[in-house]
């Protein structure tokens, strides 16, 4: 999924995750078998875990985030709040906000979340902060990106399940 900054790439993500893991949650709660919903890993390299609970919460509640972080919310938006934070409260949404983490460590944990939360869905946010161990030091960008997406291939093929990488376009393009 890629774009310029500023376009949402994150917003979407986040959202199709959370979607996701909320589906099977309620899916299992209600006995649904096969489920289309999935245990999701989140590869957050830009941003913190609690900063993206927030902007989740935020997104969940339909609270502006800037209202959420200066605590200018009415009850009604409290409510909501509430709400959003009750369902996320227990998702099977796991977010690892590991800095300058290489596609070779983030196989070893989207293997061991695969094998003890069942994940059936990875998100990357996003491609360009990833370290990719076998390139050399003087690669262009485009070879850089290019090993990076090969090895989330490997990774989606290896555990079969989808990735979700997000890429940010230069503004020059």
């Given at each position: ?8 790439k994150t917003s979407l993500a ?17 006995g649904i078998s096969p489920t ?138």
């Amino acid at each position: 999924l890629a774009g310029r900054p500023g376009m949402g790439k994150t917003s979407l993500a986040t959202n199709i995750a959370f979607s996701t893991a909320l589906r099977y949650k309620l899916d299992q709660r209600d006995g649904i078998s096969p489920t289309s919903g999935a245990p999701v890993a989140l590869f957050s390299l830009e941003m913190s875990s609690d900063q993206l609970a927030n902007r989740i919460l935020a997104e969940q509640s339909r609270i502006s985030s800037e209202n959420l972080r200066m605590g200018k919310i009415n009850q009604a938006e409290f409510n909501e709040l509430a709400r959003a934070a009750e369902e996320l409260y227990d998702l099977p949404l796991y977010i690892d906000d590991t800095p300058a983490l290489s596609t070779a460590a983030m196989r070893a944990r989207a293997r061991r979340l695969k094998r003890q939360k069942k994940i059936g869905l990875i998100v990357v946010d996003y491609l360009q902060l990833l370290k990719d161990s076998s390139r050399a030091s003087e690669a262009n960008r485009v070879q850089e990106v290019s090993e990076i997406t090969q090895g989330l291939k490997s990774i989606a093929k290896e555990l079969n399940i989808p990735v979700i990488g997000l890429l940010q376009l230069s503004r020059q393009v």
